[in-house]
């Protein structure tokens, strides 16, 4: 009897397929592009600061700096609101109040980031230049990560907060819906037990949807780390290791736009600039398996 053939399964498996080969294809192509400089490079090309396009001298320490501050100090500010607010969502606000809420937060995934660039640019660094900085300099400037020395209206903090509204909205969504997920007999029972409302979203539906809210952390730690324009328009492009949240820096991926246009038909910078792509791939790898580590431990742990 002839085998019938598996249509729908067929089809899907062609398109996941090739979705998969695209992806190999991506990072093959920048693997090869970045070879020559990653080969006479070696690990110099991580610890060196030297970027020299006469002398063929390629080091990204300062840019790696600049980028994992940047991702730090949005995620100090963007975790906060976006848990509590995905708490609020999931728990405490009424049905008319969370389809009003849900969208407007969503919406603010479809502003270009360009556009978020301008906002900055235009109206908060006046903000900032005019009030923030002024009193954090005033309150807390004896600390060295606050004081302020420079007249510019760019910076560290100005970025990773406009960074940290584009990044919200995927840990709200993400955070709310893993909430969404724990089951009602968790509550219930806790609630039985003589918890309030409080102690039982703290130590129970927090923990339970643990996993999930820290994937949306990793997703918008990613999309920090990966974000260009908004970057390139905000955060000075000084080549510095900032010595406050108020200085310049220069971030890998704006290094990447700003010289990519100049260099991209000469082989050894072209080679130079899609090692840093390479370097910013292998960063949001390690932060996949650093979320997949952390995931297993919190579930051997709540299972213990």
Known sequence: ???????????????????????????????????????????GFITSSIWNYDTNQYGILIYLIDT???TALTLVIAVPFGILTAIYLAEWAPASIEKILRPLVELLVGIPSVVYGFFGLLILSNFFMVYLIPFVDQVLGFIPI??????IRV???????????????????????????VPDEYREASTALGATRWETIRNVVIPAAFPGIVTAVVLAMMRAIGETMAVVMLMG??????????????????????????????PEPRAALFGIAVVIFLLEILAVAGVRLICSWAQKRSGS
């Open 1 to 43: 009897m002839k085998k019938r053939i598996d249509l729908p399964k067929g089809v899907f498996f062609g398109i996941a397929g090739t979705t998969a080969f695209l992806v190999f294809v991506i990072i093959g192509f920048f693997f090869y592009t970045a070879a020559p400089v990653l080969k006479t490079s070696g690990i």
């Open 68 to 70: 994992i501050l940047l």
């Open 146 to 151: 606050f004081h302020y020395v420079k007249n």
């Open 155 to 181: 910076g560290l903090f100005l970025t990773a907060t406009i960074l940290a509204v584009m990044v919200i909205p995927t840990i709200v969504a993400l955070s709310q819906d893993a909430m969404r997920g």
């Open 237 to 266: 492009n000084m080549a510095v290791i900032p010595s406050s949240i108020f200085d310049e820096g220069y971030p890998m991926t704006a290094k990447i736009l700003n010289d990519i246009y100049y260099y991209v038909s000469f």
